[in-house]
Structure formats: C-alpha cells, structure tokens
T-cell receptor, first 114, second 114 residues
Framework: DAEITQSPRHKITETGRQVTLACHQT?????MFWYRQDLGHGLRLIHY???????NKGEVSDGYSVSRSNTEDLPLTLESAASSQTSVYFC?????????????FGPGTRLTVT | GENVEQHPSTLSVQEGDSAVIKCTYS??????FPWYKQELGKGPQLIID?????GEKKDQRIAVTLNKTAKHFSLHITETQPEDSAVYFC?????????????FGTGTRLTIIP
C-alpha cells in the first residue's frame, strides 16, 4: 500500500546544530508540505513543493529550508536549531493542489532542541 | 493573511449526544473547507470536506455546513461514540500569490464521556 513516512520519529538535538527531518511518500504525489504543530497554534505551514525543483515558503519558514530533487522526498533542514523550533513536525502530500484535495499526513517527528 | 478561528478549544459531551465545532474564516475567496481528525500519536486524517458551491454535506454521523455570507462553517457529529474522542482541525484555502494553501484552525479537543 502507498504511504507517507517520516524519520526519525523522535529527535533530541542541541542548539546551533543542523538537523534534517526526512519525509518519503510512495503515492507519486506532486505536492508535498511541511507543517509544525504547537499547542495553541494548530498546524502551521513551513514550506511546500508542487513538484520537482519547486519549493515555496509558508507562514513560518524562517530558520528552515527544503529541497525537492525527486517526487518521493521532501527533506526539511533546520540550519541552526533553536529552542523555539522544539515542536512536532508533520509532512503531508496531495495529488492535486491544496485547494480541493485531501492531504495525507505522515505520523510526525517530535523534535526537542536543548 | 487568511485567519481561521476555531471554537471551542475543548469540548466534552456525553456518549450518544451531538457535538458541534465552529470555524470562521476571513478570506472571501476561500473555496475549500476540509475537516481533519487527529488521534493521539498520529497525523491528521481527513474526515469530511465541503466546497463553496455547497451548503451542507453529510457522511453517516458526520455533517459539515457552510455559510459563505457569514464566512463560517461547522462540523456536526451525531450519536457520538468513544472513538470520536480526538482533536479536530478545520481548514480553509487561501491564495498566496497564485499558490493555493490551507490555513488550519487551532484545533478542538473532543472528549466523549461514556
């Protein structure tokens, strides 16, 4: 069955370190998204991609970057981790655009920055 | 930018009773309104959605209503069961310089009391 996976599921890192969170989907979806989930804020969009070599900034993109070299993967990189980036991160994918199409979410990565 | 407000933040109902969660949005151009359910330790999952050309949609015990004039939409769950306990998120599309994205509400934690 097609799926979307994230790794690692849990990560503890120190302030200032570079961290990369992996996201892999086997639906062959063009669209992929990264969100962070924090209490009181719901899900906030970090970056998104509508195809290979396409990346766009979301509402909370500062301190994060993504690259899309193939259809299946959209890794999220924290260039220099900060305590404010402690959060649960979700990757999602969809077949069509964000408007009018179901987004399939991964199981999440819990990141703690100490 | 688009703002989606969701109320209440927590809701407890007796098993068998109905639950209603309400959301308002600010962008009159929004045209797609999904609802996601998130169980503990998992990613959100789409349960129902509605488009701007429809006022109501039902799927078994779940229904969503949309009032475009007032810019609000609601999730109705009837005959609630223990497995309905979860966090529910509403969302609305926004158009960001030609890219359509979803903006999520802050979530409602629904608890069904046996």
């Amino acid at each position: 069955d097609a799926e979307i996976t994230q790794s690692p599921r849990h990560k503890i890192t120190e302030t200032g370190r570079q961290v990369t969170l992996a996201c892999h989907q086997t639906w062959n979806h063009n669209n992929m998204f990264w969100y962070r989930q924090d209490l009181g804020h719901g899900l906030r969009l970090i970056h998104y991609s509508y195809g290979v070599q396409d990346t766009n900034k979301g509402e909370v993109s500062d301190g994060y970057s993504v690259s899309r070299s193939n259809t299946e993967d959209l890794p999220l990189t924290l260039e220099s981790a900060a305590s404010s980036q402690t959060s649960v991160y979700f990757c999602a994918s969809s077949e069509l655009g964000a408007a009018g199409d179901e987004q399939y979410f991964g199981p999440g990565t819990r990141l703690t920055v100490t | 930018g688009e703002n989606v407000e969701q109320h209440p933040s927590t809701l407890s109902v007796q098993e068998g009773d109905s639950a209603v969660i309400k959301c308002t949005y600010s962008d009159s151009a929004s045209n797609y309104f999904p609802w996601y359910k998130q169980e503990l330790g998992k990613g959100p999952q789409l349960i129902i959605d509605i488009r701007s050309n429809v006022g109501e949609k039902k799927d078994q015990r779940i229904a969503v209503t949309l009032n475009k004039t007032a810019k609000h939409f609601s999730l109705h769950i009837t005959e609630t069961q223990p497995e309905d306990s979860a966090v529910y998120f509403c969302a609305a599309t926004i158009n960001d310089f030609g890219n359509e994205k979803l903006t999520f509400g802050t979530g409602t934690r629904l608890t069904i009391i046996p």
